[in-house]
């Protein structure tokens, strides 16, 4: 029953927006480490944002610095991505991970073993 559900995801337009959702069922994301990654096809997966678990962090990758802003209800018991002037390079399928008690950082991210994983959702920038 402990799962993480995205949504939000579509295609759109060069400079366009998308937000996407991570809805956690079953537990509560309060107490968790969150992160986004994405995947590409042909390419590996790749830390996109990350929110500590006592939101005391957030941090993004470089390229999308500016553009993404990701937050958290904790009274929806939902985590957010909200990707303003999409690029083509930003065309993945995206997915959000929860990980227990952890400081996740930019550093560490994509060493952790996450417990919870969304089944990911696509995103596609193309004119």
């Known amino acids: 029953q402990r799962q993480l559900v995205e949504s939000g995801g579509g295609s759109v337009q060069p400079g366009g927006s998308l937000r996407l959702s991570c809805a956690a069922s079953?537990?509560?994301?309060?107490?968790?480490?969150i992160s986004w990654f994405r995947q590409a096809p042909g390419k590996e997966r790749e830390g996109v944002s990350c929110?500590?678990?006592?939101?005391?962090?957030?941090e993004y990758v470089d390229s999308v610095k500016g553009r993404f802003t990701m937050s958290k209800d904790n009274a929806k018991n939902t985590v957010y991505l909200q990707m303003n002037s999409l690029k083509p390079e930003d065309t993945a399928a995206y997915y959000c991970?929860?990980?227990?008690?952890?400081?996740?950082?930019?550093?560490?991210?994509?060493?952790?073993?996450?417990?919870?994983w969304g089944q990911g959702i696509q995103v596609t920038v193309s004119s």
């Open positions: 991970a929860a990980v227990w008690a952890a400081h996740v950082t930019r550093e560490n991210m994509e060493s952790l073993v996450y417990e919870y």
């Open positions: 929110i500590s678990v006592n939101e005391d962090m957030i």
């Open positions: 079953g537990f509560t994301l309060r107490h968790y480490g």
